[in-house]
């Protein structure tokens, strides 16, 4: 994990600190951008020598030994084409014609691009909406922001997009291995319900999901190409959960796989990139605080307490002075009220998610005698 911290800590510093130089100096140019990249820089490096990973233990000698990593390899070639083929025809030229791959990625890639040109003019830190009148920017642009960095550095705008998207497709699949093994990984990558059964029958590679009858779309293709505040806030989620993890459970009395100025500069400017992926993690530290006992309760009160103001202060910056909606609503049955979702209760549920639910309900039965 040497490998992803160091690269997200460069990410995490070269934002924070660019946002910070671009509020004092009024916006965003090459002495910033180069100055802000350097700091990255030497924090990563910082972050390579400092964190401390044991590594994953070598496989027990036996016959089915050699086949260990089998699956593994298949899911690390799934993943690699998902990867290539959504990210290095994110956006391209088709002669006089500009094209996206993705039509889940028509509206949201056009925002993007505004928000990174918007940066890279050096408008005012943090700057106005340009798409909505009177009204502050109500957006964790911080993985645009970055790549406005880039693009002050004369890093063609569309090669940055896509550079960041394989970079970050990597740093995933890593994350989600180290954190969950390969069945995280298929997890992540293989998350539809029984329409992609579809493809016995037809034998087309195709988002079968993205049928408009489809309530259920696929992660990897509805959010993680298009949402690019989670290129960094998925990784740098799961290497703090790692960290936890390691931390309280498998290395108590041992040295922290990450020091503290990385646990917290990741927790604490999580809200700049995804709000929703800070406030993921905030109820994870919460549950650790309640059942955790005295050190670990003490180890989560201070990277809370630390981590108030800076947390704070990104959370007031995107909601544009905390004026902006509530980003989390409770509306159960939501999609079934929409004409083109709507469906018998039972209908919907499995042509979304098949036997899920079932396998749910009898996990938690399982889990529950096996505690009683």
Same mark, same amino acid.
């Given at each position: 994990? %040497?490998?992803?911290?160091?690269?997200?800590?460069? =990410?995490?510093?070269?934002?924070? +600190?660019? @946002?910070?130089?671009?509020?004092?100096?009024?916006?965003? &140019?090459?002495?910033?951008?180069?100055?802000?990249?350097?700091?990255? !820089?030497?924090?990563?490096?910082?972050?390579?020598?400092?964190?401390?990973?044991?590594?994953?233990?070598?496989?027990?000698?036996?016959?089915?030994? *050699?086949?260990?990593?089998?699956?593994?390899?298949?899911?690390?070639?799934?993943?690699?084409?998902?990867?290539?083929?959504?990210?290095?025809?994110?956006?391209?030229?088709?002669?006089?014609?500009?094209?996206? $791959?993705?039509?889940? *990625?028509?509206?949201? @890639?056009?925002?993007?691009?505004?928000?990174?040109?918007?940066?890279?003019?050096?408008?005012?830190?943090?700057?106005?909406?340009?798409?909505? #009148?009177?009204?502050?920017?109500?957006?964790?642009?911080?993985?645009?922001?970055? *790549?406005?960095?880039?693009?002050?550095?004369?890093?063609?705008?569309?090669?940055?997009?896509?550079?960041?998207?394989?970079?970050?497709?990597?740093?995933?699949?890593?994350?989600?291995?180290?954190?969950?093994?390969?069945?995280? +990984?298929? &997890?992540?990558?293989?998350?539809?319900? #029984?329409?992609?059964? $579809?493809?016995?029958?037809?034998? %087309?590679?195709?988002?079968?999901? &993205?049928?408009?009858?489809?309530?259920?779309?696929?992660?990897?293709?509805?959010?993680?190409?298009? $949402?690019?505040?989670?290129?960094?806030?998925?990784?740098?989620?799961?290497?703090?959960?790692?960290?936890?993890?390691?931390?309280?459970?498998?290395?108590?009395?041992?040295?922290?796989?990450?020091?503290?100025?990385?646990?917290?500069?990741?927790?604490?400017?999580?809200?700049?990139?995804?709000?929703?992926?800070?406030?993921?993690?905030?109820? !994870?530290?919460?549950?650790?605080?309640?059942?955790?006992?005295?050190?670990?309760?003490?180890? =989560?009160?201070?990277? #809370?307490?630390?981590?108030?103001?800076?947390?704070?202060?990104?959370?007031? @910056?995107?909601?544009?002075?905390?004026?902006?909606?509530?980003?989390?609503?409770?509306?159960?049955?939501?999609?079934?009220?929409?004409?083109?979702?709507?469906?018998?209760?039972?209908?919907?549920?499995?042509?979304?998610?098949?036997? @899920?639910?079932?396998?749910?309900?009898?996990?938690? !039965?399982?889990?529950?005698?096996?505690?009683?």
């Amino acid at each position: 994990m %040497k490998w992803l911290s160091a690269g997200l800590t460069f =990410v995490n510093f070269a934002t924070v +600190v660019g @946002l910070f130089l671009g509020m004092a100096s009024g916006g965003l &140019g090459p002495w910033v951008a180069m100055f802000s990249l350097l700091i990255g !820089v030497a924090a990563a490096l910082a972050a390579y020598s400092t964190t401390t990973d044991k590594g994953i233990a070598s496989p027990v000698a036996e016959p089915t030994a *050699n086949y260990r990593y089998l699956w593994t390899w298949a899911l690390a070639g799934c993943f690699a084409i998902f990867a290539v083929r959504s990210f290095c025809w994110l956006l391209y030229n088709d002669g006089e014609d500009l094209r996206i $791959q993705s039509p889940n *990625n028509l509206g949201d @890639l056009a925002l993007h691009i505004t928000y990174i040109k918007n940066f890279a003019n050096g408008v005012s830190i943090w700057p106005d909406n340009p798409i909505y #009148v009177f009204s502050r920017l109500r957006y964790p642009a911080g993985t645009d922001l970055f *790549n406005a960095l880039l693009t002050c550095m004369n890093v063609d705008l569309t090669r940055g997009l896509i550079w960041a998207g394989l970079l970050a497709s990597v740093a995933t699949f890593y994350a989600l291995y180290r954190w969950a093994g390969a069945f995280g +990984v298929a &997890g992540f990558l293989f998350n539809g319900g #029984v329409a992609g059964f $579809q493809f016995f029958t037809t034998f %087309k590679f195709f988002d079968y999901q &993205g049928d408009k009858a489809i309530a259920w779309k696929s992660i990897p293709l509805s959010m993680f190409v298009t $949402q690019r505040g989670l290129l960094y806030a998925i990784p740098a989620g799961l290497l703090l959960l790692w960290h936890w993890r390691e931390k309280f459970f498998r290395n108590q009395g041992a040295r922290s796989p990450l020091p503290f100025w990385i646990e917290l500069s990741l927790y604490a400017s999580m809200p700049l990139f995804h709000l929703h992926t800070f406030m993921a993690l905030s109820i !994870v530290l919460l549950f650790f605080f309640i059942f955790g006992d005295r050190n670990v309760r003490k180890d =989560v009160a201070i990277l #809370v307490g630390g981590a108030l103001l800076p947390a704070t202060f990104f959370v007031w @910056l995107i909601t544009d002075h905390f004026q902006a909606g509530s980003v989390v609503a409770w509306k159960p049955g939501l999609l079934r009220k929409v004409p083109e979702f709507s469906a018998p209760f039972f209908d919907f549920w499995s042509a979304n998610f098949g036997i @899920l639910l079932p396998l749910v309900v009898a996990l938690l !039965v399982v889990c529950g005698w096996r505690a009683f």
